[in-house]
């Protein structure tokens, strides 16, 4: 398979065949990721795409599963996004599932009629990077979109029909009394969207990034593996979403854990306070084991 750069693709999609449809991500300024940072954002052909989709063919056989990368597929004129879907579900018989990841302000710029249509056309599953509920927090770490904006594209999204996963970033707002407004603003705006799984990760300075600067200069504290516990304690106990899949098994986290919301919430709260209460390192995944 062509592939330009580095790729990245949620680990739920670690069965799906990878279609390179963008080259990095349309906004990539965010303080806190270098997923993108070698490339120049652009939208591949649909000659290359469709080509892709042969050798795939060739290759594969048939499939069930793709995912489209790279950062913000939904980007896309929407004609052009339907013609590859349009072509997928043609080309493999057993296709049940496309997904991408969403960026916010390439959401809000879809009408309702074109994400309809991009849902009745079989993009499944997507993921939206919310990072965080925090207004104030969402301008420092440059996401492009306002609290109220980020709400607005994740209720178009599950209005939609899509099964969203919106992922959160523990951490984001460092040491200090901010963390616990993060956590708070962060279970807020989870339950204004009310997406059918939540993904939590922990913020890991990456060189070559914003945020990585303000840590080597002192101006960003990371927090301690136990204070991002706080955060995902307090997430817990304020969402008030029903039947939402919390996936936290991400490697940057200390404590892998996962339940569903509102059923699980008491036990996954007493695994968290056991881990806070005793302050035992053994109970954590292990630095050298943490990655993004």
Same mark, same amino acid.
Request: hydrophobic share 35%.
């Given at each position: 398979?062509?592939?330009?750069?580095?790729?990245?693709?949620? *680990?739920?999609?670690?069965?799906?065949? %990878?279609?390179?449809?963008?080259?990095?991500?349309?906004?990539?300024?965010?303080? *806190?990721?270098?997923?993108?940072? $070698?490339?120049?954002?652009?939208?591949?052909?649909?000659?290359?795409?469709?080509? $892709?989709?042969?050798?795939?063919? /060739?290759?594969?056989?048939?499939?069930?599963?793709? *995912?489209?990368? $790279?950062?913000?597929?939904?980007?896309?004129?929407?004609?052009?996004?339907?013609?590859?879907?349009?072509? %997928?579900?043609?080309?493999? !018989?057993?296709?049940?599932?496309?997904?991408?990841?969403?960026?916010?302000?390439?959401?809000?710029?879809? @009408?309702?009629?074109?994400?309809?249509?991009?849902?009745?056309?079989?993009?499944?599953?997507?993921?939206?990077?919310?990072?965080?509920?925090?207004?104030? %927090?969402?301008?420092?770490?440059?996401?492009?979109?306002?609290?109220?904006?980020?709400?607005?594209?994740?209720?178009?999204?599950?209005?939609?029909?899509?099964?969203?996963?919106?992922?959160?970033?523990?951490?984001?707002?460092?040491?200090?009394?901010? @963390?616990?407004?993060?956590?708070?603003?962060?279970?807020?705006?989870?339950?204004?969207?009310?997406?059918?799984?939540?993904?939590?990760?922990?913020?890991?300075?990456?060189?070559?990034?914003?945020?990585?600067?303000?840590?080597?200069?002192?101006?960003?504290?990371?927090?301690?593996?136990?204070?991002? %516990?706080?955060?995902?304690?307090?997430?817990?106990?304020?969402?008030?979403? $029903?039947?939402?899949?919390?996936?936290?098994?991400?490697?940057?986290?200390?404590? !892998?854990?996962?339940?569903?919301?509102?059923? /699980?919430?008491?036990?996954?709260?007493?695994?968290?306070?056991?881990?806070?209460?005793?302050? /035992?390192?053994?109970?954590?995944?292990?630095?050298?084991?943490?990655?993004?």
């Amino acid at each position: 398979m062509r592939y330009e750069g580095q790729i990245f693709r949620p *680990f739920s999609e670690a069965n799906s065949y %990878l279609l390179q449809v963008t080259i990095g991500c349309s906004h990539n300024r965010c303080t *806190f990721c270098a997923m993108y940072k $070698d490339k120049k954002y652009r939208v591949r052909s649909l000659k290359e795409i469709h080509e $892709d989709i042969k050798m795939a063919k /060739d290759v594969y056989g048939d499939l069930e599963k793709v *995912f489209l990368c $790279d950062g913000d597929a939904i980007a896309m004129e929407t004609d052009e996004l339907l013609a590859v879907l349009n072509t %997928l579900y043609n080309t493999f !018989p057993s296709l049940r599932h496309v997904g991408c990841y969403v960026g916010p302000d390439s959401t809000l710029r879809k @009408s309702s009629s074109e994400l309809a249509a991009l849902r009745a056309a079989g993009l499944v599953k997507v993921y939206l990077g919310v990072e965080t509920g925090d207004d104030r %927090l969402l301008k420092e770490v440059n996401k492009g979109v306002s609290s109220d904006e980020m709400l607005q594209a994740g209720q178009n999204l599950v209005n939609s029909g899509f099964n969203l996963t919106a992922m959160v970033l523990l951490g984001l707002a460092g040491k200090g009394p901010r @963390s616990q407004e993060h956590a708070l603003a962060t279970a807020d705006i989870i339950n204004g969207i009310s997406p059918r799984y939540l993904a939590a990760m922990t913020v890991t300075p990456v060189p070559n990034t914003g945020l990585y600067r303000q840590v080597q200069n002192g101006e960003f504290q990371v927090l301690d593996p136990f204070e991002t %516990l706080e955060e995902m304690k307090t997430i817990f106990e304020n969402i008030s979403v $029903d039947n939402l899949k919390f996936v936290g098994a991400h490697a940057s986290n200390y404590l !892998p854990i996962q339940g569903t919301l509102q059923r /699980d919430k008491q036990s996954m709260v007493k695994t968290v306070d056991r881990v806070l209460k005793t302050r /035992d390192h053994r109970y954590l995944r292990n630095e050298s084991m943490r990655g993004l």
